[in-house]
């Protein structure tokens, strides 16, 4: 069955912007055995963090670094959700080409990561990644 994704522009608490080479930095402090990412948004940072046998990892990104591009959170409370690894590892595989990184969190918990690739002479493509979190 086919589940189709919406973020509606009220429904979005955060919108970020960063350099790939920012991002993949994120990814590389964690614990990929880990079954849960969490995701954190407040009006200062962006925070990855996962937890397994092997102790809890977190990485962080604050809103003022020269290569975020846009920073906006637009609620006072954090919003912070978990998602699957295993789902999230997806997202990877278009990091490596991309040459910016665009994610929007909805205050529901749904997620948008967006690529933008870039190709020799070429009109840029864009790739969109959707993910609800995980129910408690």
């Not at 919406?6 to 055995?33: H, S």
């Not at 920073?71 to 990091?95: G, Q, V």
Request: proline fraction near 3%.
């Amino acid at each position: 069955e086919l589940l189709q994704f919406e973020l509606w522009p009220d429904d979005v608490g955060a919108k970020i912007t960063i350099d790939t080479d920012v991002y993949a930095d994120l990814w590389t402090e964690l614990d990929m055995d880990s079954e849960t990412l969490e995701i954190k948004i407040t009006t200062e940072y962006l925070q990855f963090g996962t937890k397994s046998e092997n102790g809890k990892c977190t990485s962080r990104i604050n809103k003022n670094s020269d290569k975020v591009k846009k920073f906006d959170c637009t609620i006072l409370e954090p919003l912070c959700f978990s998602y699957k690894m295993e789902l999230m590892k997806y997202t990877l595989r278009a990091l490596l080409p991309s040459e910016r990184s665009n994610m929007r969190m909805g205050t529901n918990g749904v997620i948008c990561i967006h690529y933008v690739i870039k190709s020799a002479g070429e009109s840029p493509s864009f790739v969109e990644f959707y993910s609800s979190a995980l129910i408690e």
